[in-house]
């Protein structure tokens, strides 16, 4: 039996995001139906393979003990019952020698037969066993029919504490699409910047201010673009200029301007800057990082400079004169 999703009268098409560690991706929902202000979104087949993607990424950078994973496992409706290993990786506390089979794993087990009907009860999931790697490595997926999926979300906190309620199926919704993290994951509209600085939920196709509309605003600023800009600005009064700091932690601003390695004086007594083109720089820096889908987009070719006040510093170099 399908999952129950909110009236088709009541859903609307929009992106979503967990600030700038998940998303943005499209997906459908309900805006009233909310956990704690959060929304509760259901997302396509393709579009949760991404999601899952990103989950597995988040926990190899920051450890499966404080991150959720999802996993998408594939087969066919005609195929034998299968058993399929989930293991949980490294954790925060896991010792360098630790070997691969002493860490927390799921064993999946699903009869496919049964998916088309109700992947949730055609699906059960327990602790890994050295017998149920046995049974993954032996029985394979087989037959020809119709593709199914089953749509894992693995608590991985809890299930290092135990648990054997922490991990379950999501369930197909009668339109086909997947909720992941509804009423559990803080879910909220993804934005769009107008060029006049508005800012609009992602639905939202026209800006409130100036009634221009999202498809029709200029492309957001790359990397390169944004930083032959900076220089272009902060060279009007100090040609030398070859690099800037960046803080992008809250509010973008520049933090510190060079001349090689040496530090060029930004103070508007002193240097040879004055307030109008370092906001103006300012400006470009902040509406750059608000239009991007994600931040890294932005500053994936710009230099990561260690700071013990942030973890937001990079240094964006200008091209040469």
């Given at each position: 039996m399908s999952a129950t999703m909110p009236r088709a009268s009541k859903m609307i098409r929009t992106r979503?995001?967990?600030?700038?560690?998940?998303?943005?991706?499209?997906?459908?929902?309900?805006?009233?139906n909310r956990w704690n202000g959060w929304l509760s979104p259901y997302f396509t087949l393709e579009t949760t393979r991404m999601l899952s993607a990103q989950t597995l990424r988040m926990a190899d950078e920051y450890g499966y003990d404080c991150v959720d994973t999802i996993h998408v496992i594939d087969g066919r409706a005609d195929s034998q019952d299968t058993v399929h290993i989930i293991r949980g990786g490294t954790c925060r506390y896991n010792s360098e020698d630790e070997r691969e089979d002493e860490r927390v794993a799921i064993a999946v087990r699903i009869r496919w037969r049964n998916v088309g009907r109700d992947a949730v009860a055609a699906t059960t999931i327990t602790h890994a066993t050295p017998g149920d790697g046995k049974a993954a490595r032996r029985r394979k997926v087989t037959g020809r029919g119709a593709r199914r999926s089953v749509v894992v979300h693995a608590r991985w906190q809890?299930?290092?504490?135990?648990?054997?309620?922490?991990?379950?199926?999501?369930?197909?919704?009668?339109?086909?699409?997947?909720?992941?993290?509804?009423?559990?994951?803080?879910?909220?509209?993804?934005?769009?910047?107008?060029?006049?600085?508005?800012?609009m939920d992602w639905h939202e196709l026209r800006c409130d201010n100036c009634d221009l509309h999202r498809d029709s605003q200029p492309p957001a600023l790359t990397g390169p673009v944004v930083a032959e800009k900076v220089g272009t600005i902060l060279r009007t009064l100090a040609p030398e200029a070859t690099s800037a700091?960046?803080?992008?932690?809250?509010?973008?601003?520049?933090?510190?301007?060079?001349?090689?390695?040496?530090?060029?004086?930004?103070?508007?007594?002193?240097?040879?800057?004055?307030?109008?083109?370092?906001?103006?720089?300012?400006?470009?820096?902040?509406?750059a990082a608000d239009r991007a889908s994600r931040l890294h987009d932005l500053i994936s070719d710009w230099e990561h400079v260690p700071d013990e006040r942030t973890t937001q510093l990079y240094r964006v170099t200008f091209p040469a004169l």
């Open positions: 979503v995001c967990i600030d700038d560690m998940l998303g943005p991706f499209d997906c459908q929902l309900n805006p009233g809890w299930l290092i504490e135990g648990s054997d309620t922490a991990a379950d199926v999501a369930p197909l919704s009668r339109d086909g699409l997947y909720g992941v993290g509804g009423w559990e994951w803080t879910w909220h509209f993804s934005s769009w910047w107008c060029v006049c600085g508005e800012c700091l960046v803080d992008f932690d809250g509010s973008a601003r520049l933090i510190a301007v060079f001349a090689g390695d040496t530090e060029i004086d930004t103070a508007d007594d002193t240097g040879p800057f004055d307030t109008e083109t370092l906001g103006e720089a300012d400006t470009l820096l902040r509406q």
